[in-house]
Protein backbone atom coordinates (compact mmCIF):
# COMPACT_ATOMS: atom_id res chain seq x y z
CA UNK A 1 0.00 0.00 0.00
CA UNK A 2 1.18 3.72 -0.50
CA UNK A 3 0.04 6.89 0.31
CA UNK A 4 -1.11 9.68 -1.87
CA UNK A 5 -2.19 13.61 -1.64
CA UNK A 6 -2.32 16.49 -4.16
CA UNK A 7 -3.59 19.70 -5.15
CA UNK A 8 -6.36 20.56 -8.24
CA UNK A 9 -6.18 24.26 -9.23
CA UNK A 10 -7.17 25.77 -11.63
CA UNK A 11 -4.89 29.12 -11.54
CA UNK A 12 -1.37 27.08 -10.96
CA UNK A 13 0.38 28.96 -13.21
CA UNK A 14 -0.46 32.49 -11.68
CA UNK A 15 0.70 30.56 -8.10
CA UNK A 16 3.69 30.37 -6.48
CA UNK A 17 4.53 27.47 -7.20
CA UNK A 18 6.81 26.34 -5.64
CA UNK A 19 4.84 27.05 -2.44
CA UNK A 20 2.37 24.58 -3.46
CA UNK A 21 5.59 21.92 -3.95
CA UNK A 22 6.25 22.24 -0.12
CA UNK A 23 2.60 22.42 0.73
CA UNK A 24 2.10 18.75 -1.24
CA UNK A 25 5.79 17.71 0.06
CA UNK A 26 4.30 18.58 3.80
CA UNK A 27 1.20 16.75 3.06
CA UNK A 28 2.81 13.56 1.64
CA UNK A 29 5.32 13.62 4.72
CA UNK A 30 2.35 12.60 6.96
CA UNK A 31 1.70 10.02 5.04
CA UNK A 32 5.22 8.47 5.38
CA UNK A 33 4.39 5.40 7.30
CA UNK A 34 1.44 4.36 4.88
CA UNK A 35 4.87 4.61 2.29
CA UNK A 36 8.58 3.99 3.91
CA UNK A 37 10.02 3.02 0.79
CA UNK A 38 10.45 6.19 -1.16
CA UNK A 39 8.66 9.76 -2.02
CA UNK A 40 7.65 11.54 -5.14
CA UNK A 41 5.69 14.86 -6.31
CA UNK A 42 5.24 15.65 -9.59
CA UNK A 43 3.44 18.84 -11.20
CA UNK A 44 1.84 18.73 -14.37
CA UNK A 45 0.21 22.10 -15.69
CA UNK A 46 -2.27 22.10 -12.89
CA UNK A 47 -1.55 20.06 -10.63
CA UNK A 48 0.87 18.52 -8.63
CA UNK A 49 0.69 14.59 -7.34
CA UNK A 50 2.48 13.36 -4.04
CA UNK A 51 3.13 9.74 -3.57
CA UNK A 52 4.48 7.57 -0.62
CA UNK A 53 5.61 4.18 -1.67
CA UNK A 54 5.24 0.90 -0.32
CA UNK A 55 7.37 -0.85 -2.76
CA UNK A 56 5.35 -4.06 -2.93
CA UNK A 57 5.48 -5.17 -7.27
CA UNK A 58 8.42 -4.19 -9.55
CA UNK A 59 10.78 -2.99 -6.49
CA UNK A 60 12.85 -1.54 -8.96
CA UNK A 61 10.32 0.71 -11.70
CA UNK A 62 7.50 1.15 -9.62
CA UNK A 63 7.90 3.95 -8.58
CA UNK A 64 5.17 6.97 -8.27
CA UNK A 65 3.54 9.80 -9.63
CA UNK A 66 4.06 8.13 -12.60
CA UNK A 67 3.58 9.08 -16.66
CA UNK A 68 1.90 7.33 -19.41
CA UNK A 69 4.54 6.87 -22.29
CA UNK A 70 2.50 8.83 -24.70
CA UNK A 71 2.81 11.95 -22.01
CA UNK A 72 -0.90 12.68 -21.81
CA UNK A 73 -1.44 11.10 -18.16
CA UNK A 74 -0.36 11.26 -14.43
CA UNK A 75 -1.09 8.68 -11.79
CA UNK A 76 -0.86 8.53 -8.40
CA UNK A 77 -1.81 5.16 -6.80
CA UNK A 78 -2.68 3.54 -3.69
CA UNK A 79 -3.30 -0.14 -3.60
CA UNK A 80 -2.71 -3.34 -5.66
CA UNK A 81 -4.12 -4.90 -8.67
CA UNK A 82 -4.37 -8.10 -8.30
CA UNK A 83 -5.67 -8.98 -11.88
CA UNK A 84 -2.75 -7.35 -12.99
CA UNK A 85 -1.03 -9.76 -15.38
CA UNK A 86 -4.51 -10.85 -17.19
CA UNK A 87 -5.18 -7.42 -17.50
CA UNK A 88 -2.19 -6.60 -19.01
CA UNK A 89 -1.93 -9.97 -21.20
CA UNK A 90 -5.50 -7.94 -22.62
CA UNK A 91 -4.16 -4.59 -23.48
CA UNK A 92 -0.95 -6.51 -25.01
CA UNK A 93 -3.63 -8.16 -27.46
CA UNK A 94 -4.93 -4.79 -28.12
CA UNK A 95 -1.72 -3.04 -29.27
CA UNK A 96 -0.46 -1.33 -25.72
CA UNK A 97 2.99 -2.27 -24.56
CA UNK A 98 4.71 -1.70 -21.59
CA UNK A 99 7.74 -0.41 -19.86
CA UNK A 100 7.58 -2.08 -16.54
CA UNK A 101 6.19 -4.71 -14.38
CA UNK A 102 4.24 -3.42 -12.23
CA UNK A 103 0.50 -2.86 -11.56
CA UNK A 104 0.65 0.73 -11.36
CA UNK A 105 1.01 0.75 -15.34
CA UNK A 106 -1.55 -1.57 -16.27
CA UNK A 107 -4.18 0.57 -14.27
CA UNK A 108 -2.27 3.71 -16.53
CA UNK A 109 -2.76 1.79 -19.62
CA UNK A 110 -6.37 0.55 -18.73
CA UNK A 111 -7.32 4.17 -17.97
CA UNK A 112 -5.91 5.49 -21.63
CA UNK A 113 -7.60 2.42 -23.47
CA UNK A 114 -11.05 2.05 -21.98
CA UNK A 115 -11.56 5.23 -19.64
CA UNK A 116 -13.39 5.25 -16.97
CA UNK A 117 -15.14 1.84 -17.61
CA UNK A 118 -11.23 0.38 -16.21
CA UNK A 119 -12.16 0.68 -13.28
CA UNK A 120 -14.95 -2.18 -13.91
CA UNK A 121 -12.25 -4.30 -14.97
CA UNK A 122 -10.20 -4.12 -12.22
CA UNK A 123 -9.60 -6.38 -9.14
CA UNK A 124 -8.42 -4.86 -6.27
CA UNK A 125 -7.82 -2.57 -3.41
CA UNK A 126 -7.50 0.85 -4.65
CA UNK A 127 -7.42 4.52 -4.58
CA UNK A 128 -6.19 6.83 -7.26
CA UNK A 129 -5.80 10.09 -8.91
CA UNK A 130 -5.14 10.65 -12.45
CA UNK A 131 -4.60 13.91 -14.53
CA UNK A 132 -5.57 14.06 -18.31
CA UNK A 133 -3.50 16.87 -19.93
CA UNK A 134 -5.63 17.06 -23.13
CA UNK A 135 -8.84 17.77 -20.95
CA UNK A 136 -7.08 19.20 -17.91
CA UNK A 137 -9.71 17.19 -15.85
CA UNK A 138 -8.50 14.82 -13.05
CA UNK A 139 -10.38 11.62 -11.96
CA UNK A 140 -10.47 10.36 -8.56
CA UNK A 141 -11.76 6.56 -7.64
CA UNK A 142 -12.25 4.43 -5.20
CA UNK A 143 -12.34 0.19 -5.42
CA UNK A 144 -15.89 -1.30 -5.20
CA UNK A 145 -15.71 -1.60 -1.09
CA UNK A 146 -13.58 1.20 0.10
CA UNK A 147 -10.88 -0.81 1.22
CA UNK A 148 -8.36 1.96 0.21
CA UNK A 149 -9.30 5.60 1.53
CA UNK A 150 -9.49 8.67 -0.69
CA UNK A 151 -10.88 12.08 0.73
CA UNK A 152 -11.33 15.11 -0.63
CA UNK A 153 -11.96 19.25 0.14
CA UNK A 154 -12.93 22.23 -1.77
CA UNK A 155 -11.25 25.58 -0.81
CA UNK A 156 -11.37 28.69 -2.73
CA UNK A 157 -11.23 27.23 -6.21
CA UNK A 158 -8.56 24.22 -5.58
CA UNK A 159 -9.59 20.74 -4.95
CA UNK A 160 -6.99 18.83 -2.72
CA UNK A 161 -7.59 14.93 -2.05
CA UNK A 162 -5.38 12.64 0.39
CA UNK A 163 -5.36 9.07 1.85
CA UNK A 164 -5.32 10.37 5.44
CA UNK A 165 -7.57 13.12 7.15
CA UNK A 166 -4.35 14.72 8.48
CA UNK A 167 -2.92 15.56 5.11
CA UNK A 168 -5.96 17.57 4.28
CA UNK A 169 -5.91 19.43 7.56
CA UNK A 170 -2.76 20.19 6.85
CA UNK A 171 -3.71 21.96 3.08
CA UNK A 172 -7.09 23.31 5.03
CA UNK A 173 -4.40 25.26 7.92
CA UNK A 174 -1.96 26.58 5.08
CA UNK A 175 -5.23 28.23 3.22
CA UNK A 176 -5.80 29.87 6.41
CA UNK A 177 -9.38 28.20 7.35
CA UNK A 178 -10.06 27.07 10.62
CA UNK A 179 -11.29 23.42 10.66
CA UNK A 180 -15.34 23.10 11.83
CA UNK A 181 -16.91 20.22 13.35
CA UNK A 182 -19.37 18.67 11.12
CA UNK A 183 -22.24 17.86 13.66
CA UNK A 184 -24.82 15.58 11.65
CA UNK A 185 -21.54 12.84 11.11
CA UNK A 186 -21.25 13.74 15.03
CA UNK A 187 -24.44 12.75 15.73
CA UNK A 188 -24.35 9.79 13.48
CA UNK A 189 -20.80 8.88 14.95
CA UNK A 190 -23.05 9.21 18.74
CA UNK A 191 -25.13 6.75 17.10
CA UNK A 192 -23.26 4.13 15.38
CA UNK A 193 -19.09 4.58 16.53
CA UNK A 194 -18.05 5.64 13.15
CA UNK A 195 -18.96 7.98 10.80
CA UNK A 196 -21.36 6.77 7.86
CA UNK A 197 -22.44 8.49 4.70
CA UNK A 198 -19.09 9.34 3.10
CA UNK A 199 -18.77 12.27 5.64
CA UNK A 200 -15.91 12.87 8.48
CA UNK A 201 -16.07 15.24 11.31
CA UNK A 202 -14.60 17.91 9.23
CA UNK A 203 -16.83 20.10 7.48
CA UNK A 204 -16.16 20.38 4.14
CA UNK A 205 -14.07 17.12 3.68
CA UNK A 206 -15.73 14.46 1.81
CA UNK A 207 -14.77 10.48 1.28
CA UNK A 208 -14.61 9.29 -2.39
CA UNK A 209 -17.79 6.69 -2.35
CA UNK A 210 -16.97 3.33 -2.91
CA UNK A 211 -17.18 2.10 -6.43
CA UNK A 212 -17.01 5.46 -7.60
CA UNK A 213 -15.01 7.19 -9.69
CA UNK A 214 -15.27 11.44 -9.69
CA UNK A 215 -14.30 13.84 -12.65
CA UNK A 216 -13.10 17.34 -11.43
CA UNK A 217 -13.36 19.88 -14.24
CA UNK A 218 -10.80 22.99 -14.33
CA UNK A 219 -14.05 25.08 -12.77
CA UNK A 220 -14.29 23.07 -9.89
CA UNK A 221 -17.47 21.08 -11.08
CA UNK A 222 -17.12 17.10 -10.05
CA UNK A 223 -19.54 14.52 -11.73
CA UNK A 224 -19.61 10.73 -9.96
CA UNK A 225 -20.19 7.57 -11.71
CA UNK A 226 -20.58 4.84 -9.76
CA UNK A 227 -19.02 1.63 -11.48
CA UNK A 228 -20.18 -1.22 -8.94
CA UNK A 229 -22.83 -1.14 -7.61
CA UNK A 230 -23.38 -4.37 -4.77
CA UNK A 231 -25.54 -6.93 -4.93
CA UNK A 232 -28.50 -7.57 -2.94
CA UNK A 233 -29.90 -4.02 -3.07
CA UNK A 234 -33.78 -2.94 -2.52
CA UNK A 235 -35.83 -4.82 -4.65
CA UNK A 236 -32.83 -7.38 -5.65
CA UNK A 237 -33.38 -11.08 -6.21
CA UNK A 238 -31.11 -13.73 -5.49
CA UNK A 239 -29.21 -15.12 -9.13
CA UNK A 240 -31.28 -18.64 -9.88
CA UNK A 241 -27.43 -19.67 -10.54
CA UNK A 242 -24.57 -19.76 -8.17
CA UNK A 243 -21.28 -18.19 -9.58
CA UNK A 244 -19.03 -21.47 -9.68
CA UNK A 245 -18.53 -23.45 -5.92
CA UNK A 246 -17.43 -21.48 -3.24
CA UNK A 247 -14.34 -23.25 -2.72
CA UNK A 248 -12.83 -22.36 -6.39
CA UNK A 249 -14.15 -19.07 -5.70
CA UNK A 250 -12.46 -18.26 -2.84
CA UNK A 251 -9.63 -20.41 -3.44
CA UNK A 252 -9.02 -17.59 -6.74
CA UNK A 253 -9.38 -15.00 -4.85
CA UNK A 254 -6.51 -16.38 -2.26
CA UNK A 255 -3.90 -17.19 -4.98
CA UNK A 256 -4.55 -13.65 -6.74
CA UNK A 257 -3.61 -12.09 -3.14
CA UNK A 258 -0.78 -14.18 -3.15
CA UNK A 259 1.06 -12.20 -6.02
CA UNK A 260 4.01 -10.02 -3.88
CA UNK A 261 7.82 -9.48 -4.77
CA UNK A 262 7.99 -9.34 -1.16
CA UNK A 263 7.38 -11.59 2.19
CA UNK A 264 3.67 -12.25 3.01
CA UNK A 265 2.06 -13.88 5.83
CA UNK A 266 -1.44 -14.23 7.36
CA UNK A 267 -3.15 -12.88 10.55
CA UNK A 268 -4.45 -16.13 11.96
CA UNK A 269 -7.24 -15.90 15.00
CA UNK A 270 -9.74 -18.91 16.00
CA UNK A 271 -12.66 -18.61 13.68
CA UNK A 272 -13.79 -19.51 10.68
CA UNK A 273 -12.95 -16.69 8.44
CA UNK A 274 -8.57 -16.43 8.75
CA UNK A 275 -8.96 -20.16 9.44
CA UNK A 276 -10.43 -20.58 5.77
CA UNK A 277 -8.66 -17.96 4.59
CA UNK A 278 -4.84 -19.65 5.71
CA UNK A 279 -5.97 -23.60 4.61
CA UNK A 280 -6.44 -22.22 1.04
CA UNK A 281 -3.45 -19.80 1.29
CA UNK A 282 -1.43 -22.92 2.03
CA UNK A 283 -2.94 -25.33 -0.83
CA UNK A 284 -0.62 -22.97 -3.51
CA UNK A 285 2.78 -24.14 -1.56
CA UNK A 286 3.36 -20.29 -0.36
CA UNK A 287 5.97 -20.63 2.32
CA UNK A 288 3.69 -18.55 4.96
CA UNK A 289 3.94 -17.30 8.38
CA UNK A 290 0.99 -16.96 10.85
CA UNK A 291 0.41 -14.43 13.31
CA UNK A 292 -1.69 -14.44 16.14
CA UNK A 293 -2.08 -12.23 19.15
CA UNK A 294 -1.63 -13.66 22.66
CA UNK A 295 -3.28 -12.14 25.72
CA UNK A 296 -1.94 -12.80 29.11
CA UNK A 297 -5.43 -13.11 30.45
CA UNK A 298 -7.14 -16.46 28.88
CA UNK A 299 -10.95 -15.38 28.64
CA UNK A 300 -9.17 -13.10 25.55
CA UNK A 301 -6.88 -15.31 23.93
CA UNK A 302 -7.74 -17.40 20.87
CA UNK A 303 -3.91 -18.93 20.61
CA UNK A 304 -4.81 -22.55 21.13
CA UNK A 305 -7.42 -22.71 18.33
CA UNK A 306 -4.88 -20.67 16.21
CA UNK A 307 -2.62 -23.23 17.44
CA UNK A 308 -4.48 -26.47 16.23
CA UNK A 309 -4.80 -25.06 12.94
CA UNK A 310 -1.47 -24.08 12.22
CA UNK A 311 -0.38 -27.41 13.27
CA UNK A 312 -2.91 -29.59 10.74
CA UNK A 313 -1.59 -26.76 8.22
CA UNK A 314 2.22 -27.59 8.53
CA UNK A 315 2.55 -23.68 9.39
CA UNK A 316 4.53 -21.66 11.62
CA UNK A 317 2.64 -19.98 13.97
CA UNK A 318 4.51 -16.68 15.82
CA UNK A 319 2.00 -15.89 18.76
CA UNK A 320 2.54 -11.97 19.28
CA UNK A 321 2.05 -10.96 22.81
CA UNK A 322 -0.43 -8.44 23.75
CA UNK A 323 0.42 -6.88 27.01
CA UNK A 324 -0.42 -3.00 26.94
CA UNK A 325 -0.80 -2.74 30.41
CA UNK A 326 3.42 -3.19 30.86
CA UNK A 327 3.46 0.23 27.91
CA UNK A 328 2.50 3.50 28.56
CA UNK A 329 -1.29 2.63 27.90
CA UNK A 330 -2.24 6.32 27.75
CA UNK A 331 0.79 7.06 25.08
CA UNK A 332 0.02 4.06 23.13
CA UNK A 333 -3.87 5.10 23.16
CA UNK A 334 -2.42 8.55 21.64
CA UNK A 335 -0.53 7.17 18.60
CA UNK A 336 -3.88 4.85 17.98
CA UNK A 337 -5.60 8.34 17.55
CA UNK A 338 -3.53 9.43 15.45
CA UNK A 339 -3.18 6.50 13.01
CA UNK A 340 -6.68 5.90 13.14
CA UNK A 341 -7.34 9.95 11.98
CA UNK A 342 -10.82 9.75 12.42
CA UNK A 343 -13.04 8.95 15.41
CA UNK A 344 -13.73 4.70 15.78
CA UNK A 345 -14.71 3.50 19.12
CA UNK A 346 -13.71 0.11 17.70
CA UNK A 347 -11.36 -1.24 20.87
CA UNK A 348 -10.07 -3.97 18.51
CA UNK A 349 -8.06 -1.42 16.67
CA UNK A 350 -5.32 -1.53 19.91
CA UNK A 351 -4.28 -5.48 19.49
CA UNK A 352 -4.62 -4.99 15.27
CA UNK A 353 -2.16 -2.30 15.63
CA UNK A 354 0.32 -3.99 17.93
CA UNK A 355 0.22 -7.39 16.02
CA UNK A 356 0.88 -5.40 12.39
CA UNK A 357 3.69 -4.00 14.47
CA UNK A 358 5.26 -7.09 15.49
CA UNK A 359 4.07 -8.61 12.06
CA UNK A 360 5.95 -5.78 9.74
CA UNK A 361 9.18 -7.06 10.97
CA UNK A 362 9.02 -10.03 9.09
CA UNK A 363 6.82 -9.34 6.00
CA UNK A 364 5.07 -6.48 3.90
CA UNK A 365 1.81 -8.35 3.34
CA UNK A 366 -0.92 -10.61 5.57
CA UNK A 367 -4.03 -11.95 4.62
CA UNK A 368 -6.52 -11.74 6.72
CA UNK A 369 -10.72 -12.39 7.13
CA UNK A 370 -12.34 -9.28 6.72
CA UNK A 371 -15.66 -9.55 5.23
CA UNK A 372 -16.61 -12.82 6.42
CA UNK A 373 -19.44 -11.91 8.59
CA UNK A 374 -21.11 -9.37 6.41
CA UNK A 375 -20.83 -11.37 3.55
CA UNK A 376 -22.17 -14.89 4.75
CA UNK A 377 -24.10 -13.74 7.93
CA UNK A 378 -22.03 -14.27 10.84
CA UNK A 379 -23.25 -11.36 12.78
CA UNK A 380 -25.50 -12.19 16.10
CA UNK A 381 -27.31 -9.18 15.29
CA UNK A 382 -28.75 -11.07 11.94
CA UNK A 383 -30.18 -13.63 14.31
CA UNK A 384 -31.76 -10.89 16.69
CA UNK A 385 -33.22 -8.93 13.63
CA UNK A 386 -34.84 -11.73 12.63
CA UNK A 387 -36.34 -12.88 16.02
CA UNK A 388 -36.75 -9.04 16.48
CA UNK A 389 -39.68 -9.44 13.28
CA UNK A 390 -41.32 -11.89 14.96
CA UNK A 391 -42.00 -10.23 18.52
CA UNK A 392 -45.71 -9.26 19.32
CA UNK A 393 -45.92 -5.19 19.97
CA UNK A 394 -47.32 -6.13 22.91
CA UNK A 395 -44.03 -8.11 24.29
CA UNK A 396 -41.41 -5.26 22.68
CA UNK A 397 -43.09 -2.55 24.83
CA UNK A 398 -41.89 -4.50 28.09
CA UNK A 399 -38.07 -4.53 26.22
CA UNK A 400 -37.26 -1.29 28.64
CA UNK A 401 -38.01 -2.66 31.93
CA UNK A 402 -36.27 -5.65 31.31
CA UNK A 403 -33.15 -3.81 29.89
CA UNK A 404 -33.35 -2.09 33.12
CA UNK A 405 -33.66 -5.61 34.93
CA UNK A 406 -30.33 -6.80 33.19
CA UNK A 407 -28.74 -4.14 33.82
CA UNK A 408 -28.26 -4.02 37.12
CA UNK A 409 -26.48 -7.55 37.54
CA UNK A 410 -22.72 -7.36 37.23
CA UNK A 411 -21.30 -6.63 33.98
CA UNK A 412 -18.88 -9.64 32.31
CA UNK A 413 -15.32 -8.32 31.83
CA UNK A 414 -15.51 -9.76 28.78
CA UNK A 415 -15.50 -7.94 25.59
CA UNK A 416 -19.20 -7.74 24.97
CA UNK A 417 -20.88 -10.48 28.10
CA UNK A 418 -24.27 -12.15 27.87
CA UNK A 419 -25.58 -9.73 30.39
CA UNK A 420 -24.09 -6.51 27.67
CA UNK A 421 -26.23 -8.37 24.93
CA UNK A 422 -29.36 -8.73 26.86
CA UNK A 423 -29.36 -5.21 27.48
CA UNK A 424 -28.45 -3.72 24.14
CA UNK A 425 -31.45 -5.96 22.57
CA UNK A 426 -34.12 -5.46 25.02
CA UNK A 427 -33.58 -1.79 25.24
CA UNK A 428 -33.64 -2.06 21.24
CA UNK A 429 -35.91 -3.96 20.33
CA UNK A 430 -39.21 -1.31 20.43
CA UNK A 431 -37.36 0.22 17.33
CA UNK A 432 -38.60 -1.32 14.13
CA UNK A 433 -36.43 -4.02 13.07
CA UNK A 434 -34.53 -2.28 10.45
CA UNK A 435 -33.67 0.02 12.57
CA UNK A 436 -32.84 -1.89 15.62
CA UNK A 437 -30.40 -4.20 13.75
CA UNK A 438 -28.09 -0.77 13.62
CA UNK A 439 -28.82 0.30 16.98
CA UNK A 440 -27.48 -3.40 18.12
CA UNK A 441 -24.07 -2.69 17.21
CA UNK A 442 -24.45 0.99 17.87
CA UNK A 443 -23.88 3.22 21.34
CA UNK A 444 -26.72 5.98 22.16
CA UNK A 445 -29.88 6.17 21.58
CA UNK A 446 -31.30 10.20 20.58
CA UNK A 447 -32.11 10.99 23.99
CA UNK A 448 -28.85 9.76 25.49
CA UNK A 449 -26.91 11.69 22.74
CA UNK A 450 -28.95 15.01 23.59
CA UNK A 451 -28.06 14.63 27.39
CA UNK A 452 -24.32 13.89 26.52
CA UNK A 453 -24.05 16.94 23.76
CA UNK A 454 -23.80 20.93 24.97
CA UNK A 455 -26.78 21.96 25.14
CA UNK A 456 -26.12 24.25 22.14
CA UNK A 457 -25.81 21.13 20.01
CA UNK A 458 -28.81 20.18 20.83
CA UNK A 459 -31.53 21.38 19.12
CA UNK A 460 -29.30 20.70 15.70
CA UNK A 461 -28.57 16.87 16.54
CA UNK A 462 -32.34 16.33 17.98
CA UNK A 463 -34.01 16.75 13.98
CA UNK A 464 -31.95 13.65 12.90
CA UNK A 465 -32.75 9.83 13.81
CA UNK A 466 -29.39 8.61 12.78
CA UNK A 467 -31.06 4.53 12.96
CA UNK A 468 -33.80 6.01 11.06
CA UNK A 469 -31.59 7.38 8.53
CA UNK A 470 -30.00 4.47 7.98
CA UNK A 471 -32.88 1.84 7.43
CA UNK A 472 -33.99 4.64 5.07
CA UNK A 473 -31.25 4.54 3.10
CA UNK A 474 -30.69 0.81 2.98
CA UNK A 475 -33.34 -1.41 3.77
CA UNK A 476 -36.12 -1.59 1.79
CA UNK A 477 -38.68 -3.21 4.64
CA UNK A 478 -38.09 -2.14 7.57
CA UNK A 479 -40.70 -4.29 9.52
CA UNK A 480 -39.08 -7.55 8.41
CA UNK A 481 -35.70 -6.78 6.74
CA UNK A 482 -34.06 -9.75 4.56
CA UNK A 483 -31.06 -11.20 5.63
CA UNK A 484 -29.59 -10.17 2.06
CA UNK A 485 -30.73 -6.56 3.03
CA UNK A 486 -28.87 -6.80 5.97
CA UNK A 487 -25.76 -7.86 5.13
CA UNK A 488 -25.67 -5.33 1.81
CA UNK A 489 -26.36 -2.56 4.45
CA UNK A 490 -23.43 -3.77 6.99
CA UNK A 491 -20.89 -4.01 3.74
CA UNK A 492 -21.92 0.12 2.73
CA UNK A 493 -21.68 1.00 6.35
CA UNK A 494 -20.02 -0.92 8.73
CA UNK A 495 -17.92 -2.63 6.96
CA UNK A 496 -16.92 0.39 4.94
CA UNK A 497 -16.40 2.84 7.71
CA UNK A 498 -15.65 0.64 10.88
CA UNK A 499 -13.57 -2.61 9.81
CA UNK A 500 -11.73 -1.65 6.86
CA UNK A 501 -10.88 1.71 8.19
CA UNK A 502 -9.44 -0.06 11.54
CA UNK A 503 -7.75 -2.44 9.23
CA UNK A 504 -5.92 0.17 6.80
CA UNK A 505 -4.84 2.41 9.88
CA UNK A 506 -3.66 0.01 11.86
CA UNK A 507 -1.90 -2.17 9.58
CA UNK A 508 -0.48 0.78 7.54
CA UNK A 509 0.60 2.58 10.94
CA UNK A 510 3.82 0.18 10.60
CA UNK A 511 3.93 0.13 6.69
CA UNK A 512 1.91 -3.35 6.68
CA UNK A 513 -0.58 -4.32 3.76
CA UNK A 514 -3.28 -6.66 4.70
CA UNK A 515 -5.23 -8.10 1.88
CA UNK A 516 -8.68 -9.96 2.67
CA UNK A 517 -9.53 -11.98 -0.23
CA UNK A 518 -13.40 -11.95 1.12
CA UNK A 519 -13.28 -8.31 -0.90
CA UNK A 520 -12.98 -9.95 -3.93
CA UNK A 521 -16.07 -9.31 -6.38
CA UNK A 522 -16.50 -13.23 -7.31
CA UNK A 523 -16.26 -13.81 -3.72
CA UNK A 524 -19.39 -11.11 -3.24
CA UNK A 525 -21.04 -12.00 -6.52
CA UNK A 526 -21.43 -15.60 -4.84
CA UNK A 527 -22.30 -14.32 -1.46
CA UNK A 528 -24.98 -12.41 -2.31
CA UNK A 529 -26.54 -15.90 -4.58
CA UNK A 530 -27.10 -17.80 -1.69
CA UNK A 531 -30.70 -17.53 -0.25
CA UNK A 532 -31.14 -16.71 3.38
CA UNK A 533 -31.55 -19.98 4.92
CA UNK A 534 -27.81 -21.40 2.68
CA UNK A 535 -26.39 -19.06 5.61
CA UNK A 536 -28.00 -19.55 8.86
CA UNK A 537 -29.57 -22.24 10.29
CA UNK A 538 -30.66 -23.52 13.98
CA UNK A 539 -29.16 -20.38 15.50
CA UNK A 540 -25.77 -20.89 13.79
CA UNK A 541 -24.25 -18.44 10.96
CA UNK A 542 -21.97 -18.78 7.83
CA UNK A 543 -22.69 -22.42 7.23
CA UNK A 544 -20.74 -22.39 3.79
CA UNK A 545 -17.26 -21.26 4.88
CA UNK A 546 -17.90 -23.99 8.30
CA UNK A 547 -18.60 -26.55 5.82
CA UNK A 548 -15.79 -25.73 3.23
CA UNK A 549 -13.71 -25.22 6.65
CA UNK A 550 -14.38 -28.62 8.15
CA UNK A 551 -13.65 -30.45 4.35
CA UNK A 552 -10.14 -28.43 4.20
CA UNK A 553 -8.84 -28.39 8.06
CA UNK A 554 -8.85 -32.23 9.79
CA UNK A 555 -10.90 -31.78 12.62
CA UNK A 556 -11.73 -28.44 12.76
CA UNK A 557 -14.79 -27.27 15.33
CA UNK A 558 -17.67 -26.69 13.12
CA UNK A 559 -19.71 -24.52 15.66
CA UNK A 560 -16.80 -22.90 17.58
CA UNK A 561 -17.43 -19.41 18.73
CA UNK A 562 -14.19 -16.46 18.93
CA UNK A 563 -13.46 -13.69 20.61
CA UNK A 564 -12.15 -11.50 17.82
CA UNK A 565 -9.53 -9.08 19.08
CA UNK A 566 -11.42 -8.45 22.43
CA UNK A 567 -9.41 -6.84 25.08
CA UNK A 568 -10.19 -6.29 28.54
CA UNK A 569 -11.36 -2.50 27.97
CA UNK A 570 -13.49 -3.01 31.64
CA UNK A 571 -10.87 -3.94 33.81
CA UNK A 572 -8.46 -0.99 32.13
CA UNK A 573 -10.89 1.88 32.94
CA UNK A 574 -10.71 0.99 36.29
CA UNK A 575 -7.01 0.40 36.36
CA UNK A 576 -4.49 1.34 34.63
CA UNK A 577 -6.38 3.76 31.96
CA UNK A 578 -8.20 5.39 35.31
CA UNK A 579 -6.40 8.09 36.12
CA UNK A 580 -5.77 9.25 32.36
CA UNK A 581 -10.00 9.47 30.99
CA UNK A 582 -10.85 11.10 34.75
CA UNK A 583 -7.93 13.95 33.46
CA UNK A 584 -9.20 13.90 29.84
CA UNK A 585 -12.95 13.98 31.32
CA UNK A 586 -12.01 16.60 33.99
CA UNK A 587 -9.72 19.00 31.26
CA UNK A 588 -10.33 22.69 30.70
CA UNK A 589 -10.01 21.43 26.37
CA UNK A 590 -13.13 19.41 27.24
CA UNK A 591 -14.82 21.96 29.31
CA UNK A 592 -14.70 24.25 26.74
CA UNK A 593 -14.67 22.50 23.27
CA UNK A 594 -18.53 22.96 23.32
CA UNK A 595 -19.24 19.67 22.03
CA UNK A 596 -20.17 17.45 25.64
CA UNK A 597 -21.77 18.31 28.52
CA UNK A 598 -19.16 17.69 31.01
CA UNK A 599 -21.25 16.54 33.63
CA UNK A 600 -22.89 14.05 32.11
CA UNK A 601 -19.92 12.44 30.78
CA UNK A 602 -18.76 12.50 34.82
CA UNK A 603 -22.06 10.94 35.28
CA UNK A 604 -21.69 8.31 33.17
CA UNK A 605 -17.78 7.46 34.08
CA UNK A 606 -19.15 6.84 37.95
CA UNK A 607 -21.41 4.82 36.43
CA UNK A 608 -19.01 2.35 35.09
CA UNK A 609 -16.66 2.27 38.16
Known amino acids: MCGIAGVFCRELRQVNAEKLRALVGRMIRLLAHRGPDGEGIEQCEHVFLGHRRLAILDLENGAQPM ?3 CGRYLIAFNGEIFNYLELRAELIACGMSFRTESDTEVLLAAFKYYGQKAFGKLNGQFACAIYDRASSELTLARDPLGEKPLYYTQVAGELAFASELKSLLEYIRSRAVSPELDLSALN ?23 GCALTVSLDGRIESQSYYDLPGGIGAQPANQKPGSLSDVLDRAVKLRLRSDVPLGVFLSGGVDSALITALATHHGQSLVAFVADFADERFSEVGRAQFVADRLGLELERVRIEPERQDLPALIEKLVWHADTPLADSSGLPLYLLSQVAARRIKVALCGDGGDELFGGYLTYRATNFSSAVPRLLKSCAPFLASCAGLLIASENKVGWQERAVRFLRNIDLPPAQAHFAWNGMFR ?22 GLMADRYIGTPEAPSLSELRRADCLSYLESDILVKSDRMSLAHGLELRPPFMDRSVINYAFSLKDHD ?41 CLREFIEDLISSRDTRECGIFNQAELVRIWKDHQ
Open 188 to 210: NYLALNYVPFGRTLVRGIHSVSA
Open 446 to 467: MAEKLRLVHPDLQKTLAVEETF
Open 535 to 575: LIKRGLGKLPLRDLARKLIPGFEYAQAKQGFSIPVHRWFRT
Open 67 to 69: WSA
